[in-house]
């Protein structure tokens, strides 16, 4: 027979803080480690949507034609496999928990109105750039087709030995 | 001769888990056979590596279950690992098996508390899932994770842990063994609880290797097998000996894991006396071409990963034996001839994964 074999657990108890905090006065501290949610810093952020590939979850969406990057904090599985992946460093992850919310709502960021100028201007001169270069080309090969005019000859002579042998 | 009844048990049930379904049927009050049902909960994950590639499988893999998650993403990382010809660093095959051990301490304290509280031992239930919150907690520090570590990688691991960090664990798994030693003595010792446990539900040697069971529960029949023999990751360099009883019923199964709690705190320290410094990830390149089956001993048995690779992005085939799926035929066996009143208690004693068996 053994009878009491809890008692000493018991006992214990009654000598030992409880193992639950009180919690709105005491919160708990997460370690540095903890991974509770992501954040972007949009200034760093290139819009590269590298994160967009990697999420298995696919919470994240980059839309690079509206300036946007927008998580879905409710898919998220918290693996930090996008941050790892980002070029820019400007992903992290927090440690302290999604905030919670009435719907399954998407955080979207955008670029500051300076930076979507800055970018538009960006833009338009590549596209300007561009241009010229294919105008370049253009003229190029257009130059290229009349040398090429000017001496027939040569090239009907290498034609000529191809069907020969 | 009294008239056969057949009584559906769960999958609802104030006792389960998770649901799994049984048909019992009875002869008064005893139980002549059972027959299962599973399904409530199929999720198609082996289906998604046509739509993940290979590395983001590793986060779906780790989701099969949500206690040994860190074994599932271990075991398909093994095999990806051996396709690939990756050659994993010491380190991380010592950081791997303390997080494994690790996982084993939390899911047989977690057992251990479910297991009280289906023989309605409510007090020592709550004593015992304290214990199991001071382990997340040290996972917590390590991993970030609770219970999902997201740490293990193709080739690796994604993080290092610091041997400041271990030293604290080896620490605090010194208090832990205190703590273990109060609870366990409970579960051991009182007569309440023997009352409920011993000579319930025996499943002899014979029975045990028949029905290819596997784990703690094929070890309390006596059957002397587990798969960190075969040395995978660094168990080779540790001092271990399976836990082996030859009782084979429900007593027995709760004496191995207990035993198998110490001998996991054990192996804990001697990875952490031994663990090497360097690397914890070997760089991987290309892309997985051709098959492997890794097996890996969860804490509730030998659980096998079959992965075939055909040189894309994406797997062609990843398939999963839980250890689950292999204890229900010993399950059934044990039923019959029980009272209809342990048949909570004797779904426990597998330690059902009923998630990890459906993916
Ligand atoms: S990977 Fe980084 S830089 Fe690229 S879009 Fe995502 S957050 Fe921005
Ligand atoms: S943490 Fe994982 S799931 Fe969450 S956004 Fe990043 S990649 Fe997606």
């Known amino acids: 027979m053994s009878i009491g074999v809890f008692t000493k657990e018991v006992i214990y108890n009654l000598f030992h803080k409880p193992a639950t905090e009180k919690y709105p006065f005491v919160t708990r ?12 810093d949009m200034n760093a952020c290139v819009l590269c949507g590298m994160c967009m590939m ?31 992946g980002c070029p820019k460093k400007c992903l992290s992850m927090k440690n302290t928990y999604t905030t919670p919310d ?41 130059a290229a087709a009349k040398t090429a005019a000017e001496t027939p000859k040569a090239a009907a002579g290498t034609a000529g030995t191809t069907e020969k042998g | 001769m009294s008239k056969i009844s057949v009584v559906p048990y769960g999958p609802q049930h104030p006792v389960l888990p998770e649901p799994v379904h049984l048909d019992l049927v009875l002869q008064d009050e ?90 309605g031992y409510e007090s020592l239930f709550m004593q015992t899932w304290r214990i199991r919150e001071k382990i997340l907690d040290m996972l917590e520090m390590a991993t970030g994770g609770r219970v999902i570590f997201s740490i293990v990688d193709v080739g690796g691991l994604r993080k290092d842990v610091p041997d400041e960090m271990l030293a604290e664990f080896a620490k605090r798994l010194k208090d832990l063994r205190e703590d273990y030693n109060r609870i366990t003595a409970a579960f051991l010792e009182d007569d309440a609880v023997k009352s409920r446990l011993c000579g319930v539900g025996v499943l002899t040697i014979e029975q ?9 529960f094929l070890r309390a029949s006596g059957v002397r097998r587990d798969s960190r023999m075969t040395d995978y990751e660094a168990y080779a360099k540790l001092d271990f000996e399976p836990v082996v009883s030859h ?64 040189g894309t992005k994406n797997l062609e085939r990843f398939r999963v034996r839980t250890p689950t799926f292999a204890n229900i035929p010993g399950l059934v066996e ?12 004797l779904i426990l004693t597998i330690d059902p994964c009923i998630s990890c068996t459906e993916r």
């Open chain 2, 334 to 345: 044990v039923l019959k001839g029980q009272d209809f009143a342990d048949v909570g208690t």
């Open chain 1, 29 to 40: 501290e997460y370690g540095e480690r903890t991974r509770g949610h992501i954040e972007n």
């Open chain 1, 54 to 84: 990697r999420c298995p979850s696919h919470a994240i969406k980059v839309d690079r034609n509206a300036y946007t990057w927008s998580i879905n904090p409710f898919s998220c599985v918290q693996c930090s496999y996008c941050v790892e």
């Open chain 2, 30 to 119: 005893k139980i002549v056979s059972a027959i299962p049902s599973i399904g409530f909960i199929h999720r198609g994950l082996e289906k998604l590596v046509e739509k993940r590639d290979y590395k983001e499988m590793v986060f779906v893999a780790e989701r099969i279950c949500g206690i040994c998650s860190f074994g599932h993403g271990m075991g398909y990382c093994e095999a990806v690992e051996n396709v690939m010809k990756v050659e994993v660093p010491d380190r991380a095959k010592y950081l791997r098996t303390i997080f494994q051990e690790m996982s084993r301490l939390h899911s047989h304290t977690l057992w251990l508390g479910l297991a009280a509280d289906a023989f």
């Open chain 2, 208 to 216: 045990a290797n028949d029905l290819g069971c596997c784990g703690p």
């Open chain 1, 102 to 142: 009435t719907a399954k709502n998407t955080v979207t960021l955008k670029y500051s109105d300076e930076r979507i100028r800055a970018e538009e201007e960006k833009k338009k001169e590549m596209i300007a750039k561009a241009m010229a270069a294919k105008k370049a080309a253009a003229e190029k090969a257009a």
């Open chain 2, 247 to 310: 009782d084979g019923d429900s007593y027995a199964r709760c004496v191995v894991r207990i035993k198998e709690i110490y001998q996991s705190i054990d192996l804990i320290e001697q990875a952490i006396a031994q663990i090497p410094a360097g690397d914890v990830c070997t760089p991987v390149k290309g892309m997985p071409d051709g098959e492997y089956l890794a097996r890996v001993e969860q804490p509730r048995g030998e659980a096998l990963y079959y992965v075939k690779g055909n």
